[in-house]
C-alpha cells in the first residue's frame, strides 16, 4: 500500500480549520487523504478529521508537570530536552545507549492515530515516528525476556509535580514483548510536523494506540527487557482500577468512567458521545495478539 | 446600606453563571467544553454548601447575627448549582440515555454519593421558607443538620471521582472538616 505523509497533501492551515476540511478539500481529495491513512480502518469510523495542534498541546495528562489538564502546557515550557540519552538495556546481548539525535535519524513517517484516554475522551494526532521495533532489533533480546519496561526521566527540579506523591516516581510503564513488536507501537518524536512538544513527552514518548493513554509514556530514558512483568505506575497505583493490559474495552468498565462511549475533544457542547470501539478500532491490527485471552479478567 | 447588602450577595452568588456565560459567548470553554461545565457547577455546589456552613462560624467569631441572613440563600444557591451541575451531566453528557445513567448510579461510587447528595438537599429546599420553618418547628432545626450529611457526601463525592491524591479535593475536604468544628463544641457546651 502506497503511503502519503498527510503533511505533504494538507497544508498545516488547513489543518487548523479542521470544520472546513473535507469541505474545502472536496471528496475526491477527501477519500485520498483517507486512503492514505492505512493504520486506520475506514470501516471501523474512526473519525479522520485530526485534532486542532492547540487542543492536543493544551489539553494534556502529564502528572510529571501537574494534575491539571493545562498544567503541562503552562510548566513544561523549560524542560530540558537537551542532551538526552536513551538506554536500552537488560535481557539483550547488546546493551545499547543512543543520543536523542540518533533517534531522530532514524527513518520517520507521519502517523495519524487516535488517542483514547482512560478518561473518556479521545483525541486524533499526527503523531511522527517510527515502530518500536526497529530499535528493538538493534540490541539482540534474549529468549528470557517476556516484557519490555519504560521508564519516563525522574527530574524533580523541572518536573514539579514528581515532587509530590501523587503516583511513584519514575514513571514506570510496560508491554509484553509482542505487543513491543507490534508495528503499530509507535515511539513518537513528533506531531503535526513540528519537533514533539515538551508536553506532549518530549524529546521522545512511545505510542500504543490500542490502549488507554497512560499506556503511552512519555520522555522515555531507559528501555528495559525484562522477565517478569513491569510493576507499572498505574496498575501500582490503583490494581483495582488499572491492568497492566489495559486495552480499550468498551465491555470493561472503569470504576469511575464508563468505558461504552467517548467524548471527542474540540467538539462543541452539542456533540454528542461516540461510541468507543474494541481495541479503539484497531482490532483487525492486533485482536490476534490476545487470542485465547480472557480480556475481562486481564484487564 | 443594609438594605442592599442581600441584592448584593446574591449578585455575586450568580458569577459561576457569569463566567459560564462568558466562556459559552467567547468560545473559551476549553477542549473538553461539557466536562468542563459539569466540574464548573460540581465545584460550585461544593463552595456554596462551605459558604452555607461558614454563616454559623462567622457567626460565632464576629459576635454579629447580620451572617445568618444570607445563610438560606447561599443554601439555596447550593441546590441550584447542584441541579444544573447535575442536569448537565444527565442532558448534555449522557442525552438523557438513562440506561447508561442509571448503571452510573448503581456501579458507581461516587455518582452514587453525588446523587444522594442531590436528593437529600431536596426536603431542604424544598422546607427553606419562613412558613415551612414556622410548621415544623424543632424539626425543622433536625431536618437541615442533613446539610452536614450533604457536606460530607459532596466532598467525598469530589475526592472519589479523582484519579489519584489530588490537592483541591483535600482542601474542600480539611476546609469542611474544620467548619463542622465548629457544631462539635457547640454541641458539647449545650
Not at chain 1, 483525541?123 to 526497529?134: A, E, H, N, V, Y
Not at chain 1, 493513554?213 to 528501555?223: D, E, L, Q, R
Request: glycine residues 6%.
Amino acid at each position: 500500500m502506497k503511503k502519503f505523509k498527510y503533511s505533504e497533501i494538507t497544508p498545516e492551515r488547513i489543518y487548523n480549520k479542521r470544520r472546513s476540511f473535507i469541505k474545502s478539500m472536496g471528496y475526491g481529495l477527501g477519500a485520498l487523504s483517507i486512503s492514505s491513512i492505512p493504520l486506520i480502518n475506514a470501516k471501523a469510523k474512526i473519525p479522520n478529521e485530526p485534532t486542532s495542534y492547540e487542543d492536543i498541546t493544551t489539553y494534556n495528562n502529564y502528572y510529571e508537570f501537574g494534575t491539571g489538564k493545562s498544567d503541562p502546557h503552562r510548566r513544561a515550557k523549560n524542560f530540558t530536552t537537551r542532551p538526552w540519552n536513551i538506554k536500552i538495556e537488560g535481557h539483550v546481548e547488546k546493551p545499547l545507549e543512543l543520543s536523542i539525535e540518533e533517534v531522530l535519524s532514524i527513518k520517520s513517517e507521519e502517523r495519524i492515530l487516535k488517542l483514547r484516554c482512560v478518561e473518556g475522551w479521545s483525541m486524533i494526532i499526527p503523531w511522527f515516528g517510527f515502530s518500536l521495533s526497529k530499535l528493538l532489533d538493534k540490541v539482540e533480546i534474549k529468549s528470557s525476556a517476556k516484557f519490555v519496561e519504560f521508564e519516563t526521566v525522574y527530574n524533580p527540579d523541572e518536573m514539579v509535580g514528581q515532587r509530590y506523591p501523587v503516583l511513584n516516581w519514575p514513571y514506570i510503564e510496560g508491554l509484553r514483548i509482542d505487543e513491543a513488536m507490534h508495528p503499530l507501537t509507535t515511539v513518537v518524536t513528533g506531531l503535526y510536523g513540528k519537533p514533539l512538544p515538551n508536553q506532549n513527552g518530549a524529546p521522545l514518548r512511545i505510542f500504543i494506540p490500542w490502549k488507554y493513554g497512560f499506556k503511552s509514556a512519555k520522555s522515555i530514558v531507559k528501555i528495559r527487557l525484562t522477565e517478569k512483568m513491569p510493576n507499572t505506575a498505574w496498575k501500582n497505583a490503583s490494581p483495582r482500577e488499572y491492568g497492566f493490559y489495559s486495552n480499550v474495552n468498551p465491555e470493561v468498565d472503569h470504576p469511575r468512567w464508563s468505558q461504552a462511549t467517548e467524548r471527542v475533544i474540540g467538539e462543541s457542547i452539542l456533540a454528542p458521545r461516540i461510541k468507543t470501539l474494541m481495541f479503539n478500532g484497531y482490532g483487525d491490527e492486533v485482536a490476534y495478539l490476545y487470542n485465547g485471552m480472557d480480556l475481562k479478567k486481564n484487564y | 446600606m443594609k438594605n442592599y447588602s442581600k441584592p448584593t450577595v446574591f449578585l455575586l452568588s450568580l458569577w459561576p453563571i457569569y463566567i459560564i456565560t462568558y466562556q459559552i459567548f467567547y468560545n473559551k470553554l476549553g477542549p473538553e467544553p461539557v466536562d468542563r461545565i459539569i466540574n464548573h457547577f460540581g465545584e460550585c455546589t461544593l463552595i456554596f454548601i462551605l459558604l452555607t456552613l461558614s454563616m454559623t462560624p462567622l457567626k460565632k467569631i464576629t459576635k454579629s447575627l447580620e451572617w445568618i441572613k444570607f445563610r438560606r440563600m447561599l443554601g439555596l444557591f447550593a441546590f441550584f448549582y447542584a441541579s444544573i451541575h447535575m442536569l448537565s451531566y444527565v442532558g448534555l453528557d449522557y442525552r438523557f440515555d438513562f440506561e447508561p445513567l442509571i448503571n452510573d448510579v448503581l456501579k458507581k461510587k461516587f455518582v452514587f454519593i453525588g446523587f444522594s447528595a442531590w436528593l437529600l438537599l431536596i426536603p431542604l429546599a424544598i422546607t427553606s421558607s419562613d412558613k415551612m420553618l414556622r410548621l415544623l418547628r424543632h424539626n425543622w432545626k433536625r431536618l437541615h443538620r442533613l446539610t452536614y450529611i450533604i457536606a460530607i457526601f459532596g466532598s467525598l463525592h469530589f475526592i472519589w471521582l479523582s484519579k489519584t491524591i489530588f490537592f483541591k479535593p483535600l482542601i474542600y475536604l480539611i476546609i469542611l472538616l474544620f467548619l463542622l468544628s465548629f457544631r462539635i463544641k457547640f454541641n458539647k457546651s449545650t
